[in-house]
């Protein structure tokens, strides 16, 4: 049964900066590409960042870009959203996922999100 969990979530000041973990029990983990997604209350999900399964390619939304910083491990099957210079509009629910190829839309697997709130 795979099984991704998020922590590193919480309280933060603008202008701060907070580093999520994703640990994903998977069967071949660096088979995968990991994205990050995010939720804000009466907002649909929307994409953050995305990393192929080689960690070689890395994608952005628009809205993160220069601020975010996606990666991952895979000895520890653990994916990361280093996250600086925080906006109070970064405040979310975010989400990690897992899929065999690399996408901004669809993932075949999902965590149970962490909350990420940043304060003005």
């Known amino acids: 049964q795979e099984q991704l969990v998020e922590s590193g979530g919480g309280l933060v000041q603008a202008g701060g900066s907070l580093r999520l973990s994703c640990v994903a029990s998977?069967?071949?983990?660096?088979?995968?590409?990991m994205g990050w997604f995010r939720q804000a209350p009466g907002k649909e999900r929307e994409f953050v960042a995305a990393?192929?399964?080689?960690?070689?390619?890395?994608y952005y939304s628009d809205s993160v870009k220069g601020r975010f910083t996606i990666s991952r491990d895979n000895a520890k099957n653990t994916v990361y959203l280093q996250m600086n210079s925080l906006k109070p509009e970064d405040t979310a629910v975010y989400y990690c996922?897992?899929?065999?190829?690399?996408?901004?839309?669809?993932?075949?697997?999902w965590g149970q999100g962490t909350q990420v709130t940043v304060s003005s």
């Open positions: 996922a897992a899929n065999p190829v690399v996408t901004t839309t669809s993932y075949a697997y």
């Open positions: 998977v069967r071949t983990f660096n088979a995968y590409a």
């Open positions: 990393i192929t399964s080689s960690g070689h390619n890395t």
